[in-house]
């Protein structure tokens, strides 16, 4: 009797403990990842912020300004998205990064023109995303839009460059070498990626020719869709030319790279 009692007394003094454990540990894969990146993109362009997408208290910025979710900035202005698509995702952490294409003007999504009315051109912007995910809902998305230039009088201003949204999405795709799977044994830790990548930053900022530059032989550096270093104009490899350049100073304009995020 005295057992039971005790077995009794026991369970019931377990059912708090069992209800306090903590909720199981959600974890996206890659492909888990990539599909919020989507679903965040249709989001925005359907103009509606999903309470089963979002984490109520979700913090986003645009172009470095903290702004409500929805209804400023892309999540306002966004008509459809382009082609170009690079997913960056990071299981350890739960985050993933993107680069790609949108469009801006044009007809809203499910908007009604008026018989007669001019309907705005649509323009291609370049976006890059950052997401961050737990417990299956997003808490924070920041994103850089970058916009092709205008005037005062809202014309595109005369440049030599094509506006980077274009140069983005004439680049079709991501280079292969960004999808090749690497043997496992030939992987660097998480730790080394991030520290490889600083270098980059580190010798862009006041690049006086004098740091360290680890860049291959046949490395080509792409800026705003365009490429800076590594190719000529017909397209053909110039070897060595991203080190050289970072190695003759010519970046030296660059003065700070801030807000670095890993």
């Excluded at 370049?126 to 009088?153: D, N």
Aim: glycine residues 10%; hydrophobic residues 35%.
């Amino acid at each position: 009797m005295h057992k039971k009692l005790f077995l009794a007394v026991f369970c019931l003094a377990m059912v708090p403990a069992l209800f306090a454990q903590p909720a199981p540990k959600i974890t996206c894969d890659r492909h888990c990842l990539e599909s919020y990146i989507d679903r965040y993109l249709d989001a925005m362009l359907e103009h509606k912020v999903r309470p089963d997408l979002f984490a109520r208290n979700c913090r986003f910025t645009e172009n470095g300004v903290e702004l409500p979710l929805g209804g400023e900035g892309l999540w306002y202005s966004m008509t459809g998205r382009g082609t170009y698509r690079f997913y960056v995702p990071d299981v350890e952490t739960q985050q993933i990064a993107y680069i790609g294409t949108v469009k801006e003007g044009g007809p809203l999504l499910g908007a009604k023109t008026a018989p007669g009315a001019k309907t705005p051109a649509a323009t291609t912007a370049a976006v890059a995303i950052r997401l961050k995910i737990v417990g299956g809902l997003i808490t924070e998305a920041e994103q850089l839009v970058i916009r092709p230039e205008q005037s005062l009088f809202g014309d595109a201003p005369a440049s030599k460059f094509p506006p980077t949204g274009e140069a983005v999405e004439k680049m079709g795709a991501p280079h292969p070498i960004f999808t090749e799977v690497i043997p496992e044994a030939q992987r660097h830790s998480r730790e080394d990626l991030v520290r490889i990548a600083n270098y980059y930053f580190a010798g862009l900022q006041r690049n006086d020719g004098k740091g360290y530059y680890p860049f291959t032989d046949d490395a080509v550096r792409y800026e705003n869709g365009m490429p800076a270093c590594g190719l000529d104009r017909d397209g053909k490899p110039v070897p060595k030319a991203c080190k050289r350049q970072f190695e003759e100073g010519l970046k030296g304009v660059v003065t700070r790279i801030r807000d670095r995020r890993f």
